[in-house]
Nanobody
Protein backbone atom coordinates (compact mmCIF):
# COMPACT_ATOMS: atom_id res chain seq x y z
CA UNK A 1 0.00 0.00 0.00
CA UNK A 2 2.85 2.41 0.83
CA UNK A 3 5.71 1.56 -1.50
CA UNK A 4 8.40 2.85 -3.85
CA UNK A 5 8.99 0.61 -6.88
CA UNK A 6 12.12 0.94 -9.05
CA UNK A 7 12.64 -0.22 -12.62
CA UNK A 8 15.06 0.25 -15.50
CA UNK A 9 18.18 -1.54 -14.30
CA UNK A 10 20.07 -3.95 -16.51
CA UNK A 11 23.34 -4.74 -18.25
CA UNK A 12 25.06 -2.06 -20.31
CA UNK A 13 28.48 -1.68 -21.88
CA UNK A 14 30.89 0.94 -20.61
CA UNK A 15 29.98 4.25 -22.19
CA UNK A 16 26.32 3.31 -22.48
CA UNK A 17 23.24 4.78 -20.84
CA UNK A 18 20.32 3.70 -18.67
CA UNK A 19 17.25 5.41 -17.28
CA UNK A 20 15.95 4.35 -13.89
CA UNK A 21 12.41 5.05 -12.71
CA UNK A 22 10.79 4.97 -9.29
CA UNK A 23 7.06 5.37 -8.75
CA UNK A 24 5.22 5.77 -5.47
CA UNK A 25 2.15 3.68 -4.74
CA UNK A 26 -1.37 5.02 -5.16
CA UNK A 27 -1.87 5.61 -1.44
CA UNK A 28 0.98 8.16 -1.33
CA UNK A 29 -0.15 11.66 -2.19
CA UNK A 30 2.74 13.84 -0.98
CA UNK A 31 6.53 13.28 -1.08
CA UNK A 32 9.31 15.50 0.24
CA UNK A 33 12.85 14.61 -0.93
CA UNK A 34 13.40 11.77 -3.40
CA UNK A 35 16.82 10.25 -3.93
CA UNK A 36 18.79 7.49 -5.58
CA UNK A 37 21.38 5.51 -3.62
CA UNK A 38 23.87 2.91 -4.86
CA UNK A 39 25.23 -0.08 -2.95
CA UNK A 40 27.96 -2.52 -3.97
CA UNK A 41 29.06 -5.69 -2.14
CA UNK A 42 31.09 -4.96 0.96
CA UNK A 43 30.30 -1.25 0.97
CA UNK A 44 27.66 0.95 2.54
CA UNK A 45 24.79 2.49 0.63
CA UNK A 46 25.83 5.86 -0.82
CA UNK A 47 23.86 8.81 -2.16
CA UNK A 48 24.02 9.20 -5.93
CA UNK A 49 21.56 12.08 -6.34
CA UNK A 50 18.50 13.55 -4.73
CA UNK A 51 15.85 16.10 -5.59
CA UNK A 52 13.52 18.18 -3.45
CA UNK A 53 9.84 18.75 -4.06
CA UNK A 54 10.87 22.12 -5.51
CA UNK A 55 13.29 20.40 -7.95
CA UNK A 56 16.54 21.41 -6.25
CA UNK A 57 19.14 18.71 -7.02
CA UNK A 58 22.26 17.30 -5.40
CA UNK A 59 24.77 14.93 -7.02
CA UNK A 60 27.67 12.82 -5.86
CA UNK A 61 30.96 14.11 -7.27
CA UNK A 62 31.52 10.85 -9.15
CA UNK A 63 28.36 11.27 -11.27
CA UNK A 64 28.24 15.03 -11.67
CA UNK A 65 27.88 15.94 -15.33
CA UNK A 66 26.90 12.40 -16.35
CA UNK A 67 23.71 11.67 -14.38
CA UNK A 68 20.51 13.69 -14.20
CA UNK A 69 17.80 13.28 -11.57
CA UNK A 70 14.29 14.57 -12.21
CA UNK A 71 10.79 14.15 -10.83
CA UNK A 72 7.24 14.54 -12.06
CA UNK A 73 5.14 15.24 -9.01
CA UNK A 74 1.83 14.65 -10.79
CA UNK A 75 3.02 11.11 -11.62
CA UNK A 76 4.68 10.59 -8.22
CA UNK A 77 7.76 9.43 -10.12
CA UNK A 78 11.49 10.15 -9.89
CA UNK A 79 13.96 9.34 -12.67
CA UNK A 80 17.71 8.93 -12.92
CA UNK A 81 19.24 9.36 -16.37
CA UNK A 82 22.67 7.73 -16.37
CA UNK A 83 25.05 8.48 -19.25
CA UNK A 84 28.60 7.41 -20.10
CA UNK A 85 28.45 4.59 -17.57
CA UNK A 86 31.66 3.07 -16.24
CA UNK A 87 32.49 0.08 -14.06
CA UNK A 88 32.40 2.22 -10.93
CA UNK A 89 28.71 2.98 -11.57
CA UNK A 90 27.63 -0.65 -11.21
CA UNK A 91 25.61 -1.74 -8.20
CA UNK A 92 22.10 -1.96 -6.81
CA UNK A 93 20.28 1.35 -7.07
CA UNK A 94 17.67 2.14 -4.44
CA UNK A 95 14.96 4.76 -4.56
CA UNK A 96 14.40 6.64 -1.29
CA UNK A 97 11.92 9.15 0.11
CA UNK A 98 12.70 10.95 3.33
CA UNK A 99 9.08 11.78 4.15
CA UNK A 100 5.75 10.88 2.56
CA UNK A 101 2.08 11.30 3.39
CA UNK A 102 -0.36 8.54 2.51
CA UNK A 103 -3.86 7.32 3.11
CA UNK A 104 -4.14 4.24 5.32
CA UNK A 105 -6.63 1.51 4.47
CA UNK A 106 -8.65 0.26 7.42
CA UNK A 107 -8.00 3.39 9.47
CA UNK A 108 -10.44 5.75 7.84
CA UNK A 109 -9.51 8.46 5.37
CA UNK A 110 -7.11 10.36 7.63
CA UNK A 111 -3.59 10.67 6.17
CA UNK A 112 -0.50 9.23 7.84
CA UNK A 113 3.14 10.37 7.79
CA UNK A 114 5.87 7.90 6.83
CA UNK A 115 9.62 8.54 7.18
CA UNK A 116 12.64 6.98 5.47
CA UNK A 117 10.90 4.88 2.81
CA UNK A 118 13.05 2.64 0.56
CA UNK A 119 12.37 0.84 -2.70
CA UNK A 120 13.41 -2.76 -3.32
CA UNK A 121 16.36 -1.87 -5.54
CA UNK A 122 17.23 -2.42 -9.19
CA UNK A 123 20.54 -3.90 -10.38
CA UNK A 124 22.82 -2.03 -12.78
CA UNK A 125 25.67 -4.03 -14.32
CA UNK A 126 28.35 -2.45 -16.51
CA UNK A 127 30.44 -4.55 -18.89
CA UNK A 128 33.40 -3.66 -21.08
Amino acid sequence: QVQLVESGGGLVEAGGSLRLSCTASESIFSINILGWYRQVPGKSRELVADITSDHTTTYADSVKGRFTISRVNAKKTVYLEMNNLNLEDAGVYYCHADEVWATVAGQGSSPYRYLDLWGQGTLVTVGS
